[in-house]
């Protein structure tokens, strides 16, 4: 690791203030995937910016059909809210299958929305349930938040405070998981919204999370695994490493999808 | 007794591992040490140019930074190989030098170019990144089958064609004769594919070289620490052995990896005696997945020959075996002697020929990790076997046992040079059909299509040799050391033992196991002993753990000592009791006076050993010394086998596969094992658990793979390298057959490599098995959920 200067956030403003000063500055949320970036070299910021002591940036609150989670909650915080479980049972379920119990219990959703790794989960429960991002400076709808891999739509300075996420009449979300590092080699998570029926797909697509109208189409008229039976998604836009080639991820799309809506019941 | 040989003891040691009490290298630190930072080639073939240190050497905290051409001034020694081949034509193998730190060119990704040493490790690290290496890129070669071919890219200039040695065993014109009358020949393509040992712990070294004494110390992570102070002193260092002192404390695991002289040891131990210092080195994940020896890598074909009963005539076995760029300390031995002796499994299969080519690539070494040749040998016979049945209707258990070596033909000399020492094969498999409700599986596997899932069942009978070695027949093949055990059992005054012993575990719990042995040998309360081990200045000489050898060849020199303590300890009560020594029998701890109560425990014959007041001490009177004795009780063995011995099991497995996905579920497990004479039962079942999740490990899931354009390692973090865990494995079913060893005082065999050898082929069997609707004979490994789903899919069309 080099060396770099920690600051300890004393306010979201102040945090994106310091961001905005330097170029080479960092904000860390839960660290999982930027402390071990760091411990590999492979970054050198000028200066580690801490979330971690903003309260106000954590915990979860259910109202009016909506749930919101704080940025810097923990994944386990999730995986373990009653209400969560209860408003939102495939989104609590998400959450307890991301990495394991250590990474659970420092990883935060805003972390990995801002990340958008490729192959996160919470990407396709925001695209998939329609949520919004709420940030320092706006609202941003899930659908516009995530714009490719490793990419989103935050500005300089500009940081995630909640995400709000409507409750569904039914959602599902089932993740074929990496065997080695546990992130999805592909999730599907399928709902039934009062704005209607989204997939949205993680973990297979080169530019991140994506939405696959046919099956939404399908599921809006006919809501069950047979009616994604027959859809498939194209392998052009499709990851293909050592892990699985696109063209068995495509499969395992439909297969995920199929298991997702079955999950929902 | 409870603690004795047999009890299920549980282990001295886990408090301490278990609470966080373990003291491994990079637990230790040393007044006034150094930091070293290794500059690793990127490429994996290139010419080195010029190696610029000068930004690196006026970086903040550096002492020094060292290259190839110090080494060379220095005429520092390349990195020794153990084992020497003759190949097939009488030429010894081509064994190229391994300089410590690259000179001319580098050969893989992670070859050591240079060292910076600082005061702090990010010192050392911010420093090696501006050592400015000029490489010039040169072809590569990496697969281990592109290696033999024409116009591949050469590695080395002395082996043609990538060649180290061209081997065989076996009689050839015996084989091809057994393949004419054939009834029916199977044939089979297979990969063994390379694996990454990621022992939980990296390597990690301190090299302290005292100015004054002329003493050096090295620290290192080693299964075999008199090993690496013999071959770095000797051959690389020129050191001798009375100011070369080698510590290895605890150590987290090693499966092989923790064996060798590494180069890094080698530069510690040489820049500390340079520059009067210490130096501390500690690996990081990175740099142990493209440094540690890694192993297996084979690419074979086989044909078995049989006649119509299902008896097996002769078995052809052709393989290219990849050492990666340098001759590791063992890798020549690996796909040689530790895997073609062992193509007659457990049957009487009566002509054997094997030809194996070894092959440079520009990749990490190769060398022995766990099982190391045994297990590919297992793999390959005992797929062809499964194979065989399939193409014979024969069923797979029934093929086996119309084959077994049977237990009176015990010692029996197999066509490729190892005479077995014992075993029942047919009990064994017979209580592993048991265990498995063999006879349910029908029924099972209909239970599992209900539910959509395909079942499957695959056997598979290993049999390995272990307790390296006799160490005239290892010379006569080729072994450049003895491998005999050495251990020393001192009573101390009052009564406890110390053990000092050249094994050394990295996880086997020989603390444990070894205390038991002399509990029950010399009747003292297992509390009451201690076992030392891992350190030169301690125990007189050791060999190491490795090969599954520590108890048949470590325990067996300390029941060598003990029998020499009791002999003495006899002659001492003899004295006091004033009995002839003839009388005196030792029973329970107790030296006593036949036919009397007249007795003495173990601890006062010590104590009188140690306090001699009434002793036989020498007179000076030739005449009256002939019993006389010197004073302690301290007796010192070594141990040199009269034969290997042959650890045997069945394995039987049963999987479920999710035929939308390929993925593959163990269901259930079946392992039954003979072991010989079993120390602690406890101990013995976790090898075997262990052992069997490893080769559960290569079956389903782990495998280096390697850019085959830019020679990367891209399996090369814990992200992308899957090792199981525990949710992938089932509970595992063990048994036991226990036919002892008659070659070792304890007749015990060899238990931390059989489950490894046993599971691999048992799991890939029982996929073939589960996937025969499919049409599906053959399998590679990992066998992956896309893998699966792939042959599903090509077997469909």
């Known amino acids: ?265 | 007794m409870t603690t004795g040989i047999g009890a299920r003891v549980l282990r001295k040691e886990d408090r301490r591992f278990i609470t966080g009490n373990g003291n491994y290298v990079d637990d230790i630190n040393v007044n006034g040490q150094y930091y070293a930072a290794f500059v690793r080639s990127p490429h994996p073939h290139a010419e080195i140019g010029s190696v610029d240190i000068a930004g690196a050497k006026a970086s903040d905290g550096v002492i020094e930074v060292l290259t190839g051409a110090e080494v060379a001034a220095d005429e520092i020694g390349g990195l020794p190989v153990g084992w020497g081949i003759t190949q097939t034509n009488g030429e010894p193998m081509v064994e190229p030098a391994w300089p410590i730190l690259a000179q001319g060119r580098v050969r893989f990704v992670g070859d050591a170019v240079a060292v910076v040493i600082a005061k702090s490790i990010d010192a050392a690290r911010d420093a090696a990144e501006m050592v400015n290496v000029s490489y010039t890129p040169i072809p590569a070669v990496i697969a281990t089958e592109d290696a033999p071919k024409d116009g591949a890219p050469q590695v080395w200039d002395e082996a043609p064609g990538n060649t180290s040695f061209d081997w065989e065993i076996g009689d050839k014109a015996a084989a091809d004769q057994a393949f004419e009358g054939a009834h029916h020949v199977t044939k089979l393509e297979l990969v063994n594919q390379r694996l990454v040992p990621n022992a939980m712990e990296p390597r990690a070294a301190i090299a302290e070289f005292n100015s004054v004494s002329g003493d050096l110390t090295l620290h290192a992570t080693a299964q075999a620490p008199h090993a690496i102070r013999l071959l770095l002193g000797a051959f690389v260092l020129q050191q001798p052995e009375h100011k070369f002192r080698v510590i290895s404390p605890d150590v987290g695991g090693g499966f092989g990896s923790k064996i060798y002289p590494y180069a890094e040891y080698a530069v510690l131990c040489w820049a500390a005696r340079r520059m009067g210092c210490a130096i501390k080195w500690t690996a990081d994940r990175s740099e142990s997945f493209i440094t540690d020896a890694h192993g297996r890598d084979h690419v074979s074909e086989a044909e078995l020959a049989l006649d119509a009963d299902g008896k097996f005539l002769g078995l052809r076995v052709n393989t290219v075996a990849n050492m990666g760029a340098y001759l590791s300390a063992f890798g020549p031995l690996v796909p040689t002697f530790l895997y073609a002796t062992l193509f007659a499994g457990q049957y009487t299969t009566p002509a054997i020929y094997a030809h194996v080519k070894a092959v440079f690539t520009n990749t990490t070494p190769v060398d022995a990790y766990r099982g190391a040749g045994r297990p590919e040998a297992t793999f390959l016979l005992e797929r062809i076997v499964e194979k065989a049945a399939k193409e014979t209707g024969i069923d797979p258990a029934d093929i086996r046992r119309r084959n077994f070596i049977q237990p009176d033909q015990f010692p029996y000399a197999t066509p490729v040079a190892l005479t077995y020492d014992s075993g029942e094969y047919g009990a064994t498999l017979d209580k592993a059909l048991a265990l498995a409700d063999y006879t349910g599986f029908a029924a099972r596997r209909d239970q599992s299509k209900t539910s959509g899932k395909l079942r499957g069942i695959g056997f598979s009978l290993p049999i390995e040799a272990t307790g390296a070695a006799p160490s005239a027949i290892a010379g006569q093949l080729g072994a450049r050391a003895g491998l005999y055990e050495s251990a020393e059992v001192r009573f101390n005054p009052t009564g406890s033992v110390t053990v000092f012993s050249g094994s050394h575990s990295h996880g086997q719990g020989h603390a444990t196991t070894f205390a038991q042995v002399v509990s029950d040998q010399l009747g003292v309360p297992i509390e009451n002993v201690e076992v030392v081990q891992g350190d030169t200045s301690n125990s007189q000489f050791g060999m190491g753990t490795y090969g599954s050898r520590s108890l048949s060849v470590g325990g067996s020199a300390i029941v060598r000592a003990c029998d020499k303590i009791l002999a003495k300890g006899r002659k001492i009560a003899a004295h006091i009791l004033e009995a002839s020594a003839d009388d005196i029998e030792f029973v329970d701890g107790n030296f006593q006076v036949k036919g009397t109560d007249k007795a003495m425990n173990i601890a006062e014959v010590a104590f009188a050993a140690y306090v001699p007041h009434n002793y036989p001490l020498p007179t000076g009177d030739p005449a009256q010394d002939e019993n006389a004795l010197e004073p302690g009780l301290n007796e010192q063995a070594f141990f040199d086998p009269l034969n290997f011995n042959f650890p045997n099991g069945a394995y039987i497995c049963e999987v479920e596969i999710d035929p939308d996905t390929g993925v593959v579920q163990i269901v259930d497990f079946s392992a039954v094992d003979d072991v010989g004479n079993i120390i602690n039962p406890m101990i013995v079942e976790g090898q075997v658990h262990g052992g069997i999740a490893q080769g559960v490990g290569q079956a389903l899931y782990e495998g280096a793979v390697y850019d085959k354009e830019t020679g990367q390692l891209l399996s090369g973090s814990m992200m992308d390298y899957t090792l199981p865990r525990a949710d992938n494995l089932p509970m595992i079913k063990t048994g036991t057959t226990e036919t002892p060893c008659p070659f070792n005082p304890l007749g015990v065999k060899g238990c931390g490599e059989i489950g490894t050898i046993g599971a691999t082929p048992a799991v890939i069997n029982a996929i073939i098995d589960a996937l025969g609707d499919y049409g599906v004979t053959d399998i590679s490994m990992p066998a992956t959920p896309e893998v699966v789903w792939r042959a599903m899919q090509e077997g469909r069309a």
């Open chain 1, 1 to 265: 690791m080099y060396s770099f200067e920690y600051e300890k956030a004393g306010s979201v403003d102040a945090a994106s203030q310091a961001i905005k000063s330097d170029d080479e500055a960092k904000l860390l949320a839960g660290g999982m995937t930027y402390i071990p970036t760091l411990k590999q070299r492979l970054a050198s910021p000028t200066k580690v910016i801490d979330l971690a002591g903003l309260g106000d940036l954590s915990g979860i609150s259910v109202s009016g059909g909506t749930v919101t989670i704080g940025a810097m909650t923990r994944h386990a915080a999730v995986a373990n809210s009653a209400e969560v479980q209860s408003a939102i049972p495939a989104l609590a379920k998400l959450a307890g299958g991301i990495g394991d119990p250590q990474v659970r219990n420092r990883g935060t959703i805003g972390g990995s929305i801002s990340n958008n790794d490729p192959a996160a989960d919470y990407p396709a429960a925001l695209v998939g349930l329609g949520a919004t991002v709420k940030t320092n400076e706006r609202e941003i709808a899930a659908d516009d938040f995530f714009t490719g891999q490793f990419e989103t739509a935050l500005n300089e300075g500009e940081i995630v405070t909640s995400v709000s996420f409507p409750v569904p009449e039914k959602a599902g979300y089932m993740k074929f998981p990496n065997p080695a590092s546990r992130y999805a080699i592909v999730g599907v998570f399928a709902a039934k919204t009062g704005d209607g029926t989204r997939v949205a797909v993680t973990g297979a697509g080169e530019a991140g999370v994506f939405r696959v109208a046919e099956m939404e189409s399908a599921l809006g008229s006919n809501w069950s695994a047979d009616a994604v039976a027959g859809v498939s998604v194209g392998q052009g836009d499709l990851n293909s490493d050592i892990h699985a080639s696109a063209e068995y991820r495509a499969h395992l799309v439909t297969v995920m999808a199929k298991r997702a809506v079955a999950e929902a019941g």
